[in-house]
């Protein structure tokens, strides 16, 4: 059942941007994931699904950097898993990399100029 803006909330805290590209691309420029790929999911909900589905879906869809406290961030949608990043006493700690190369890197893309991360 629907929830009122409680579970949309949730998913969408801490956001703090994405990728202007959403097609990222290996060496060879083989498409190895499309961010907008469940775009379509915004609309109205097909007879064929289950609306339960639909509105995980939707929650799930976002992608791009999230502040989850104030050491801690975490990287959702670029792939499979999620990539978290907490800034340490003497240093940064990268939690799951992803399942690429190429979505780690594009991970990095939409961390703030500030963060003193190298990229891949």
Request: proline residues 6%; hydrophobic residues 40%; without cysteine.
């Amino acid at each position: 059942p629907e929830d009122g803006t409680r579970d949309q909330d949730f998913a969408t805290r801490g956001f703090l941007g994405t990728r202007e590209d959403p097609i990222i691309r290996n060496a060879n420029g083989q498409v190895v994931r499309n961010l907008g790929a469940y775009d379509f999911v915004e609309g109205a909900v097909p007879l064929t699904v289950h609306l339960s589905l639909w509105r995980h879906m939707r929650y799930l869809k976002h992608h791009g950097l999230f502040q989850l406290t104030g050491n801690v961030w975490q990287v959702r949608g670029f792939d499979l898993a999620k990539m978290m990043v907490i800034r340490g006493d003497t240093g940064w700690i990268l939690i799951d990399r992803l399942t690429t190369k190429e979505t780690a890197g594009a991970a990095l893309d939409p961390m703030p100029s500030s963060f003193p991360i190298v990229t891949p």
